[in-house]
C-alpha cells in the first residue's frame, strides 16, 4: 500500500467519487456537534476531511485524539461539498475527504508556537526550524531558492560551463574577511581557512584549461552577521578563459533574466546599464546606487569659489541635492544629525517654499549667481556637502537614500539592474597607510595602466559589481595573467617577495606556466534569492541560519570541546571572561 494516492493539495472536483488515501499534518481540527473536520495540509496545500460518527464510528474515536501537527494517513471518498461550504479561496475547495479509515502515524507534542502565529521570537523559531519551515512563506522561499538554482545550473550548462569542485579548506585567500580556520589533528598547531571564495582555485582551472568553470560554491567569511550576511554563504561562482569584460557581463545578465524567467516574472530589460566608478560615486555618493529614482548630486564646486560664505569658499568640494519637499526646521534638524552620522559637521540647506522665497541662514551670503546655480524649484529644498569629496560623497549619497526612503521616491515595482565599472586598481588602506586592492589583488589593471607602480592612485582597473536596486549581488573582474604584473600589484601593497612568494607562490608559479587571460564572477545567492522573494532578511530564505551573536539556536553550536582534544589538535584553549571572573 502505498502511503498516498495524492498530495493534500491535489484533489479537485473532477476526481469526485474516487476513493483516496491522503497523509499529511493535522493543520486544524473542528468538531461540529458529531461530524469531526480535520484541514490536512502538506507543502502542496491542504484538503477538508470529514469524519462522520455513523458511517466510520472507529475514525472518528481516533479523530477525538488528533492534535495540531500530529501525522496521519486517511482513507475514504472524495466528495463535493455542499454549495454553501465551498471554499472558492482554496484550491481543494470544492472537495472534501468523507473518511472512513483513519491511523495516526505520528504524535506531537504541544507546539512551542503554532504556525499561523504571528510575531514569534526569531531565535524560537530558529530553535524549532521544522516547525517554522512548515509555515507557506518558508516552504515558498526554499522552493524559490531551489528554482533560482536550477535556473542558475541550466544557464551554465547551456553556456559550456562545468562544475568543478574546489576544497573547502585551504588557504586564506585575501578576500577582505577574517578566516574561519580549521585545526588539523594529523598536523598540530597548523590550520586550513576555510575558503572565503573558490578565487584561486577557479584562476587555477582556467590554467589548466577547464575554459568555463561555475560552481554554486559555498564561502565562509568571519564578519559580523547582518541582515543581509551569514558566516556561509553560497554564490554563483564562475571563471571563463579568453575573455573580455563584456563576455562575463553577457553570462551574468543571462543567468539573472533567465532566474526572472523561471520565476514566471519580468526580467530586467539587457543590457543592464554601465555605469563607471568615478561617475556613480560623483552623481550618487557611492559605488551602488540606488537608480529607482534621480536625486543626483550636482557639482557647485567652482560656482562657490568665491563665495562669501567661508565654509563653502574653503571647502574642496561643495556638491548638493534638490530634494522635492519644503523642508520645516525641524525635519532639517533631524536630516543634519543624519548627515551628521556620516562624518559632516553640519549641514547647510536652502529651502524654496512654494510661496517663492527662499528661507536659508547662508542665504545672505550666496549671490545671485550662486543662488542660480542651485536652480531648485519652489516647493524643495537644497541640501549642501562641503569638504573633502569622499567625505561629500559619503554624506549626500547617505543623505539621498535617507530622503528617497522617507520620501518613498524608489518605484517599488521597479527594478534595476545596473554594472559599475572601471574601479581604482588600489585605495590607501586608512589603517596601515599602505595602498591595498579594493576587489582582490588579482584583478587586472585595463589595458595601458600596467605600470601603475609609479603611480597606484590613479591606475584603473577591470573590476565590475552587479547592483539590483541598490544592492551589490556581485563583483567579479578580469584577472591578472602575468606572473610579472601580479608580483607588481604584491609588491605596490607592501608586500616582500619572499612574503608574496610564502603566501601564493603557487599562483606566480602557475602564472609562469601557460596561464590563458581569464576572468569572472561570482553573486551572493541568497541575497540574490532573498530579493526575488522579497524577503528583507536572508535568514528568511536560509533553511539553517545562525542568528546575529553567530550561534546556531537549533543544535546550539559553537560548542567548546574538551581539552584532550584540543590537545590532539595541538590547542590550549584561554580561559573565557566569564571564566576569568568577568562579566
Ligand atoms: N572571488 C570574488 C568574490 O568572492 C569574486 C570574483 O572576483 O570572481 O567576491
Known amino acids: 500500500m502505498s502511503w498516498r494516492d495524492l498530495r493534500c493539495g491535489e484533489p479537485r ?69 455542499a454549495p454553501e461550504a465551498v471554499n472558492p479561496a482554496l484550491p481543494t475547495g470544492g472537495v472534501e475527504l468523507q473518511v472512513d479509515r483513519l491511523r495516526i502515524l505520528s504524535r506531537s507534542t504541544p507546539l512551542p508556537f503554532q504556525l499561523d502565529e504571528e510575531h514569534v521570537d526569531e531565535t524560537l523559531r530558529l530553535r524549532y526550524r521544522w516547525l517554522d519551515m512548515r509555515r507557506d512563506q518558508m516552504q515558498r522561499n526554499l522552493r ?39 585545526p588539523v589533528r594529523l598536523q598540530p598547531g597548523k590550520f586550513f581557512a576555510l575558503a572565503q571564495s573558490p578565487q584561486l582555485f577557479k584562476q587555477l582551472c582556467m590554467i589548466g584549461g577547464i575554459d568555463r568553470y561555475y560552481q554554486i560554491a559555498t564561502c565562509w567569511r568571519d564578519e559580523d552577521l547582518r541582515a543581509d550576511r551569514q558566516f ?13 569584460r563584456e563576455d562575463v557581463l553577457d553570462v551574468m545578465e543571462a543567468a539573472v533574466v533567465n532566474a526572472f524567467d523561471a520565476l514566471g516574472r519580468e526580467p530586467p530589460a539587457r543590457p543592464f546599464p554601465r555605469i ?56 532639517l534638524a533631524r536630516l543634519e544629525e543624519v548627515a551628521k552620522e556620516w562624518g559632516a559637521k553640519g549641514l547647510a540647506y536652502i529651502v524654496h517654499g512654494a510661496d517663492g522665497e527662499a528661507r536659508s541662514p547662508i542665504a ?55 554594472w559599475v565599472i572601471d574601479f581604482p586598481l588600489f585605495q590607501r588602506d586608512e589603517d596601515t597607510g599602505h595602498w591595498t586592492f579594493l576587489h582582490h589583488p588579482f584583478t587586472a589593471p585595463i589595458a595601458g595602466d600596467e605600470d601603475f607602480e609609479d603611480d597606484p592612485g590613479a591606475a584603473k582597473s577591470q573590476h565590475y559589481d552587479l547592483i ?18 601580479q608580483a607588481a600589484v604584491f609588491r605596490t601593497m607592501g608586500m616582500s617577495d619572499e612574503e608574496a612568494n610564502g603566501k601564493f607562490g603557487f599562483l606566480l608559479e602557475a602564472l609562469e606556466m601557460g596561464a590563458p587571460p581569464h576572468g569572472g564572477f561570482a553573486m551572493g545567492l541568497e541575497r540574490f ?38 590537545r590532539d589538535l595541538g590547542i590550549e584553549a584561554l580561559p573565557t571572561e566569564a571564566e576569568h571572573g568577568g562579566i
Open 13 to 81: 472536483p473532477d476526481q469526485v467519487g474516487r476513493r483516496l488515501t491522503l497523509a499529511g499534518w493535522v493543520d486544524t481540527r473542528r468538531d461540529h456537534g458529531g461530524l469531526v473536520f480535520v484541514d490536512l495540509r502538506d507543502h502542496t496545500g491542504m484538503c477538508q476531511l470529514v469524519v462522520n460518527p455513523e458511517h466510520a464510528p472507529d475514525a472518528h474515536a481516533v479523530a477525538h485524539e488528533l492534535r495540531n501537527e500530529f501525522v496521519v494517513q486517511v482513507e475514504g471518498e472524495l466528495a463535493a461539498r
Open 232 to 244: 556561509e554563504f553560497r554564490q554563483l561562482d564562475l571563471e571563463m578563459a579568453f575573455v573580455e
Open 144 to 182: 524559490l531558492s531551489h528554482t533560482v538554482v536550477q535556473s542558475i545550473r541550466r544557464t551554465m550548462d547551456e553556456r559550456g560551463f562545468i562544475d568543478v569542485w574546489t576544497p573547502s579548506m585551504t588557504r586564506g585567500t585575501p578576500e577582505g574577511a577574517r578566516d574561519f580556520l580549521v
Open 468 to 485: 539590483w536596486n541598490g544592492w551589490e549581488l556581485g563583483s567579479g573582474s578580469i584577472r591578472i595573467h602575468r606572473s610579472d604584473v
Open 276 to 331: 563607471g566608478y568615478d561617475d556613480a560615486i560623483a552623481r550618487y555618493g557611492t559605488d551602488k546606487p540606488d537608480l529607482r529614482f534621480g536625486l543626483e548630486i550636482q557639482e557647485a564646486t567652482e560656482v562657490t569659489r568665491g563665495s562669501e560664505f567661508g565654509v563653502f569658499a574653503g571647502a574642496e568640494a561643495v556638491r548638493f541635492i534638490v530634494v522635492p519637499q519644503e523642508y520645516s526646521r525641524a525635519e
Open 364 to 418: 545672505k551670503f550666496l549671490s545671485e549667481r550662486e543662488l542660480a546655480a542651485f536652480g531648485a524649484p519652489a516647493g524643495s529644498t537644497v541640501l549642501f556637502g562641503a569638504g573633502e569629496p569622499e567625505l561629500v560623497a559619503r554624506v549626500l549619497g547617505g543623505l539621498r537614500l535617507h530622503v528617497a526612503r522617507e520620501l518613498g521616491l524608489a518605484d517599488p515595482d521597479a527594478e534595476v539592474f545596473h
Open 529 to 566: 534569492v532573498a530579493l526575488m522573494a522579497g524577503e528583507p532578511d536572508i535568514r528568511q530564505i536560509v533553511a539553517f541560519p545562525k542568528v546575529s551573536s553567530g550561534a546556531d539556536p537549533l543544535t546550539g553550536a559553537p560548542t567548546p570541546m574538551p581539552a584532550d582534544v584540543l
